[in-house]
């Protein structure tokens, strides 16, 4: 069945970076396929970053020019690069695939405190 496993999650200092991992397996992987959304305390969960249909990638307002989306296909896996990071930041992070259907993992903690 479809797996999808985050990893890299942490504490950072505001200002710092971090890189989110998700590995993809028992389903074909397609870069094209997959996002990363948040959900931070006392808010519904809200888009980061994902490749759309025709090969072009949506940033969520608050997150553009500091994150960065990429994938290795080799490794089935699908990277969210954080740069310049705010106190606001902190939340879950959560790896999404969109096929016929929606897949997630079950999400890692990014907490940016100083």
């Known amino acids: 069945q479809v797996q999808l496993v985050e990893s890299g999650g942490g504490l950072v200092q505001p200002g710092g970076s971090l890189t989110l991992s998700c590995r993809a397996s028992?389903?074909?992987?397609?870069?094209?396929?997959m996002g990363w959304y948040r959900q931070a305390p006392g808010k519904e969960r809200e888009l980061v970053a994902r490749?759309?249909?025709?090969?072009?990638?949506n940033y969520g307002d608050s997150v553009k020019g500091r994150f960065t989306i990429s994938s290795d296909n080799a490794k089935n896996t699908v990277y969210l690069q954080m740069n310049s990071l705010k106190l606001e930041d902190t939340a879950v992070y959560y790896c999404?695939?969109?096929?016929?259907?929606?897949?997630w993992g079950q999400g890692t903690q990014v907490t940016v405190s100083s």
């Open positions: 999404n695939m969109r096929t016929y259907i929606d897949y």
């Open positions: 490749k759309n249909s025709i090969g072009t990638i």
């Open positions: 028992g389903i074909m992987f397609s870069s094209e396929l």
